[in-house]
């Protein structure tokens, strides 16, 4: 049998691919339309670097106790739950800038309810794919959504620049509001039931419980010092990522061309033209040696932020750039995620919530550089600056992998 034609006849995984496909499209619109909207009403790098951090102490908060709800109870009700509570975020945010109002706590206010609700969906959504696909073709169903999430990154801001030019920006975010409703739809149509029969009937879970959990994982992560270098590796990086892309991408657009907001679109459709290549080439890689695949990712990071550095001056070379930093994200986060399913074992979800605190927590950092240091440089000596952090720690990654090596080397010898 086709395992293309029969994942597709499968009207559970198709229902699902369609809910991430329409979120994915708002949240695009939601994304650009706010970094545009207060980079005009604020002028401020200060202001953007700090937009991230309500989302991100979310994460830190309640990614966790999203996982465990998600093994716990039906993740179709968890989704849909999460998905109404962001219709409501997204049209507050909707109102607040039709009706012109520029106080940034209430924006900030926003982002840690759409972060908490997303810590919530997320786990929810890994656990209803492994219960409505089989587990051969758990791999094919991944690959689909992401390459899907890819390619919204790249069609829809170059349609979204457009559609700005002609209506209010605040209509971008009733579109957000608008594709979560059709998310719910999808979610609520699914008729089979997603729960985890594993883990027997929901109980309720005391706090030593879940400091009991999480001990098992750190443990078993310290067991695993490859494990433990990958995730720090793959996440490191965002110390510099984060400020370039929620700073250094609007002013370079501003500095491109003034006022145009077609221009931000663009660099974003690109590094997301990027993504895709990397996305495709990785679903047909086979590989074993996941840090050294996530140092090449970072790499082309390097190489792609050293190109933006020039396109304030030459714009072909800041598309360039952009997509080039593109092709490295794949590189990153695949390899990531499945070093931890290989080389978790039993405790694959407590390491990918370790692994995502990580994330939240370089992100975090990254977004309060910016607010305190980095969001005032010259955006060409961001992007340099930055592209040279990660060579720094992408030769540090290599040189740690030829060492791994050569011990493993004398030790087979011995």
Not at 38 to 65: D, R
Not at 150 to 168: E, N, Y
Not at 375 to 395: D, H, I, N, R
Request: net charge positive.
């Amino acid at each position: 049998m086709d395992p293309s034609a029969s994942l597709w006849k499968n009207p559970s995984f198709l229902k699902l691919w369609l809910a991430q496909l329409t979120a994915n499209i708002g949240d695009q619109c939601y994304s650009f339309a706010l970094l545009w909207y207060l980079l005009q009403a604020t002028k401020s790098g200060t202001a953007l670097s700090l937009l991230a951090i309500p989302e991100m102490v979310a994460g830190l908060l309640f990614y966790l106790i999203g996982g465990v709800l998600a093994d716990r109870y039906n993740p179709r009700l968890l989704m849909v739950g999460a998905d109404v509570a962001r219709i409501f975020v997204a049209i507050g945010v909707g109102i607040m800038a039709a009706m012109g109002i520029e106080q940034f706590s209430f924006f900030l206010v926003a982002q840690f309810l759409l972060g908490l609700f997303s810590s919530l969906f997320q786990p929810a959504r890994t656990v209803a794919l492994k219960t409505v696909v089989s587990l051969e073709q758990l791999g094919r169903a991944n690959a689909i959504l992401d390459t899907t999430f890819r390619t919204v990154r790249i069609a829809a801001p170059m349609t979204i620049g457009l559609i700005a030019s002609i209506v209010p920006l605040s209509a971008l975010f009733f579109v957000n509001a608008t594709s979560y409703l059709l998310s719910v739809v999808f979610l609520y149509a699914i008729r089979v039931s997603l729960t985890d029969t594993r883990n027997g009937p929901a109980a309720k879970m005391t706090p030593g419980q879940y400091v009991r959990d999480i001990a098992t994982g750190v443990r078993e992560l310290k067991k695993s010092r490859m494990l433990f270098l990958i995730l720090l590796f793959s996440n490191m990086g965002f110390l510099v990522w984060q400020v370039c892309y929620s700073v250094g991408f609007p002013f370079l657009a501003e500095r491109m061309q003034q006022g145009n907001g077609s221009t931000l679109a663009m660099l974003m459709g690109f590094y997301g033209v990027g993504n895709l290549l990397g996305s495709l080439y990785m679903s047909r890689a086979y590989y074993t040696k996941y840090l050294l695949v996530i140092m090449i990712g970072w790499t082309l990071q390097a190489g792609g932020f050293m190109l933006l550095a020039a396109g304030g001056a030459m714009h072909w070379v800041a598309f360039l750039g952009a997509a080039v930093a593109g092709v490295g994200g794949p590189f990153i986060g695949i390899p990531t995620v499945t070093a931890i399913q290989v080389k978790a074992g039993a405790s694959t979800g407590k390491i990918f919530s370790i692994n995502m605190l990580f994330f939240t927590f370089f992100s975090m950092l990254s977004s309060s550089l910016g607010a305190i240091w980095l969001g005032s440089w010259p955006v060409e000596q961001l992007f340099f600056a930055s592209s040279l952090f990660l060579v720094v720690m992408s030769a540090a990654g290599f040189a740690i992998i030829k060492r791994t090596s050569r011990e493993q080397r004398q030790s087979a010898s011995l």
